[in-house]
């Protein structure tokens, strides 16, 4: 029965590794990143949202509720939704590398039956 080497496994994990690390440390594959996430928060940003209240409000409740609303969409949700997208898109690509890694891992195993 033929074995796989585990010299070409741990090289390809090794290559994982890296790029995962690449990806977060390194400035060309991070501005990929930061361009994603860009992209994202646009999107989410520009959908608008409207709070349905269940009485009609008076209008000194009406205009606190705007001012809340303004603050938090200007202020607090941006920074928010910025992390929560770079965090998504580098788990994308992480997905996109280990994907890659079990393609070859594959291969090698395919090459071993043959």
């Known amino acids: 029965m033929h074995r796989i080497d585990k010299h070409q496994v741990s090289e390809i994990i090794h290559d994982y590794k890296k790029e995962c690390f690449q990806l977060e440390h390194s400035s060309e594959q991070h501005e990929a990143v930061l361009k994603g996430r860009q992209r994202l928060v646009?999107?989410?940003l520009a959908q608008n949202f409207h709070y349905k209240f269940h009485r009609s409000p008076t209008p000194e409740l009406a205009e606190t509720f705007n001012t809340v609303e303004n603050y938090v969409r200007e202020a607090v949700l941006p920074p928010v939704v910025a992390k929560l997208?770079?965090?998504l898109v580098?788990?994308?690509k992480r997905q996109?590398?280990?994907l890659k890694a079990l393609?070859?891992?594959l291969d090698l195993i395919v090459k071993l039956g043959d």
Do not use: K, V
Request: hydrophobic share 45%.
């Open 85 to 87: 997208a770079e965090r």
């Open 90 to 92: 580098l788990l994308e």
């Open 42 to 44: 646009d999107e989410i």
């Open 103 to 105: 393609e070859r891992i």
């Open 96 to 98: 996109a590398a280990g």
